[in-house]
């Protein structure tokens, strides 16, 4: 893999980065972080804070990986450097702890949903905003940013598996299964829809990019495992997942085990069997025809287009389904939520979301975004105005479909 | 002693005024590989105001000041030494007014070049100057080198498309160059200002020309077996009196680099040279030149000709050309570009002799260059890490610059002088010439205080950029 030392200055990757646009400070450039990178090896005097601080600010949306002509992965290898060598940035230990209590198991999952439940009642959003000055501006983000909630259980509880024969492993994610469980419903229906059979394992865990990225790649690779069996025995073709971060970091599996590993081959196996579910539907729907849509214009997860180069596949979902898409601007550019960059970084995180919910162009009333980080962090800058939603695209074109009478309508489980 | 750094301070907000030592190493290097320099400061204004007053505080400390946009240039342009501050215009990024009537967009200099094309289009208009780094360079980058691009062999460059500029002078006054009709009475100031290199004067904001977007627009791929034949096909088809947007050529290594970069194009491996060839204008006149242009690439043995069929493919073919540069790091641990232009004619033998070059050298040299306009740009590759080869590496460019100028040439097309290539401006120009052009920076700025080193060679003063490694 190519390393810092193969940067060739050229500086293409600067326009590409989200840190560099709202800061304008090389150090926080792509080019300016290899830099650092070889300075941090060379030179212990260079290990401060601030160095720390302009490295660390990196978000790993990788997109100076797309744009960068000699490729550099520079994203892996700030990624890498947070792991190897800079456990003090690594964000708060307790976190990391919290996170894996509440993500890394279907009961602290339920756990998760619930209190996020208890926080949109009457009563848990005065205590809220009762504490708000106590909580991290994070946190009070993310609580802005939660969907409508209608389920009370774990989707991949309510997802029934079509039984032998089944062509895909449908994965549901954390965050996903927990507070967006009805876009899961809505991917699977699609999914048959499109003549798939499906397989829900129960005991699906994590995909472990929030601990990768935060520097705690033993986590990852426990859930990795976990993973990597049930899609053996499921006998799957296709493991199927509709967050883009998820994706991303199951397209990976193979770089968490070291090369001679006996997991090496079974992970690569694994990966090469992943696609999105906008990939997997983006061109095997019925075409819908539609007069009354409502504008679509669609923001690119970086975990989309920069780490799997989707872009193109959600257009022609949302196409598909009838609506009309205007682009935005920048919309490949990272919207601050970056996994938990919105919790560990949260003024960087809100320029950002700033920068991106001002490119929404005025006549569109969705914003399709294929990732839960991205959904919450955009809808908490929405709430105000109240015209404007952002909405997963595998739920926009459920609609469609619905409307058409091609997907029923579920009752609301409780 | 940190007098001025209190006041730049003061002036800025700290925040906006770095001494940080890891900082400035960020700052040390541009797009040019072989030196860097470390500045004493790097400041971030944002306003005209703010910049006017900066070189006001720097000229009372008798400090140096060396303005950068992305950092992207090719010659050292942007890279300072220790007794220099380097103003850096990221935050002044605002495309102010676009004036479509009258076809003018107001910026300022950390406005990314690509920007301004994209937020021209929307009313059919765009900014034609397109160096190959134009996702990342900015305007006022561009003002300082005069860059040019794929698409200045019709269009022009940079002098061409800025109308009006604003500057800050070395005496801390302010001045406004040009006017909006395009056609100033008196000295041509704005046309000396651009292109000096930031040795004059520094552009805070910027009046330029927008283009309507050409009606109808083809793009070629013509896949030669043989470079000698491809420069030819180049010569033949300005001689027939076609003018295209653009002519590009790369040559086998080039291609071998950029299809394994970022955006492949897919072409057969065992190609010599491909011409990536843009005609537009007028739908009738396109269809007349593309006759043209087809009967003399047949004639000249092309191997296969491919048309773009969509705006997606033709975009890939031009991102695939445009960050050749930078491929450059797939095959080699660093490469230095030349930029000396030819008379188009003997591009054959030019590209013959920069074979001959490299041998003697014992460097291999890529070829990727604007093929229409006889500019060079031959892509010498090192390891910065063989002290050696970056002796010959310098060795073999400042051959290929004399070649240049001996077959009626010139040193540089676009990149600039910088501190690269200062020795062969003695070569270019005679020494009255040199006089002059010293007395034009001795009048603008005589305690040399802007962008010193660069640009014009000067005797007796003792620069301390690093060479690297």
């Known amino acids: 893999m190519a390393n810092w030392e193969d940067c060739v200055h050229c500086g293409l990757c600067l326009s590409a980065c989200p840190t560099y646009q709202v800061t304008g400070l090389e150090m926080e450039s792509p080019r300016g972080r290899l830099v650092l990178l070889n300075q941090w090896r060379e030179q212990p005097e260079a290990h401060d804070v601030e160095t720390r601080g302009w490295l660390d600010d990196c978000l790993d949306c990788r997109a100076c990986e797309s744009v960068c002509p000699s490729n550099i992965p520079t994203g892996h290898l700030v990624e890498a450097w947070r792991s190897q060598e800079a456990p003090e940035a690594r964000p708060p230990r307790s976190l990391i702890q919290v996170l894996e209590l509440l993500l890394g198991s279907p009961r602290g999952l339920a756990w998760f949903r619930r209190m996020a439940r208890w926080s949109q009642t009457r009563w848990g959003d005065w205590m809220v905003r009762q504490t708000a000055r106590w909580l991290p501006p994070g946190a009070r983000s993310v609580k802005a940013g939660l969907p409508a909630l209608h389920s009370r259980g774990l989707s991949r509880r309510r997802l029934d598996s079509d039984g032998t024969g089944s062509d895909i492993f449908f994965f549901v994610g954390c965050v996903m299964d927990a507070l967006y469980s009805e876009t899961n419903e809505h991917a699977a229906d699609l999914l048959r829809l499109a003549g798939h059979r499906l397989t829900i394992p129960q005991g699906q865990r994590c995909c472990g990019a929030v601990h990768r990225h935060s520097g705690s790649p033993e986590t990852a690779r426990h859930w990795a495992e976990a993973n990597i069996a049930l899609f053996e025995q499921s006998g799957a073709e296709v493991v199927a997942v509709d967050a883009a971060g998820c994706g991303a970091a199951l397209k990976e599996y193979a770089s968490l085990f070291p090369p001679d590993s006996p997991w090496q081959e079974r992970a690569q196996h694994f990966q090469n069997a992943v696609q999105d579910v906008v990939q997997l539907l983006a061109d095997s729907l019925p075409p819908l025809s539609r007069q009354d849509a409502n504008p679509v214009t669609v923001h690119d997860p970086c975990h989309h287009v920069h780490a799997q180069g989707i872009a193109k596949e959600t257009r022609s979902l949302l196409g598909r389904a009838g609506y009309a898409v205007t682009e935005m601007r920048e919309s490949t550019l990272c919207c601050g939520s970056a996994g938990i960059y919105n919790l560990t970084h949260p003024d960087k995180s809100q320029a950002l979301l700033t920068r991106k919910l001002a490119q929404i162009p005025d006549d569109a009333t969705y914003v399709a975004a294929a990732n839960p980080g991205c959904l919450m962090h955009m809808q908490s800058g929405l709430s105000a105005q109240s015209h404007k939603q952002v909405v997963h695209p595998v739920d926009l074109a459920w609609q469609a479909y619905r409307d058409a009478g091609l997907c029923a309508t579920r009752s609301v489980t409780s | ?469």
């Open chain 2, 1 to 469: 002693m940190t007098g001025w750094l209190d006041q730049l301070r003061q002036a800025l907000g700290s925040e906006h005024v770095l001494t940080h030592p890891i900082a400035l190493t960020a700052y040390a290097q541009d797009g040019y590989t072989l030196a860097s320099g470390r500045p004493a400061a790097v400041v971030l204004p944002a306003s005209s105001a703010e910049v006017q007053t900066v070189v006001q505080i720097l000229a009372a400390a008798d400090k140096a000041i060396v303005p950068r946009g992305a950092g992207t240039s090719l010659s050292g342009g942007a890279i300072a030494d220790s007794n220099s501050v380097i103003l850096h215009f990221s935050r002044m990024n605002q495309i102010h007014a676009i004036d479509w009537h009258n076809r003018v967009a107001e910026v300022d200099p950390g406005v990314v070049n690509q920007d301004i094309s994209r937020a021209l289009a929307p009313g059919g208009l765009f900014y034609a100057p397109d160096p190959s780094s134009q996702q990342a360079c900015t305007i006022g980058g561009n003002f300082a080198e005069n860059s040019g691009g794929p698409h200045c062999l019709k269009y022009g460059v940079t002098l061409n498309h800025i109308l009006m500029a604003d500057v800050v002078l070395p005496d801390g006054t302010t001045a406004r160059l040009g006017n909006l009709a395009g056609e100033p009475d008196g000295p041509d100031w704005l046309g000396l200002l651009i292109g000096s290199e930031g040795t004059l004067g520094i552009a805070t904001r910027l009046w330029l020309r927008a283009l309507p977007i050409p009606p109808a627009s083809r793009t070629f791929l013509a896949l030669f077996d043989s470079v000698e034949e491809a420069s030819r096909a180049v010569s033949d088809i300005i001689a027939a009196g076609v003018i295209p947007a653009a002519m590009e050529m790369m040559d086998k290594l080039a291609i071998h680099a950029v299809e394994q970069g970022a955006y492949p194009v897919g072409y057969p491996e065992d190609l010599e040279a491909v011409l990536l060839i843009e005609l537009d204008g007028e739908p009738a006149v396109v269809d007349a030149d593309r006759r043209v242009v087809h009967g003399i690439l047949a004639a000249r043995q092309v191997r296969a000709l491919r048309e773009a069929e969509s705006l997606e493919e033709r975009t890939l073919w031009w991102a695939n050309r445009k960050t050749a540069f930078g491929a450059m790091g797939l095959i080699s641990p660093r490469y230095y570009v030349q930029d000396g232009v030819i008379p188009r004619h003997v591009l054959p033998e030019a590209l013959d002799t920069i074979g001959r070059i490299g041998e003697r050298f014992r460097i291999r040299i890529a070829n990727v260059f604007h093929a229409g306009d006889g500019n060079l740009h031959p892509l010498l590759l090192y390891n910065h890490q063989d002290p050696d080869e970056v002796a010959r590496v310098k060795e073999a460019g400042s051959e290929i610059l004399a070649y240049c100028i001996r077959v009626g040439g010139s040193i540089s097309g676009e990149h600039g002088i910088g501190i690269e290539k200062l020795q062969e401006m003695a070569w270019q120009f005679a020494p009255q010439d040199l006089l002059a052009q010293r007395s034009v920076k001795q009048a603008f700025d005589p305690g040399g205080r802007f962008n010193p080193g660069k640009l014009l060679p000067t005797p007796g003063r003792c620069i301390d950029f690093r060479p690297v490694p």
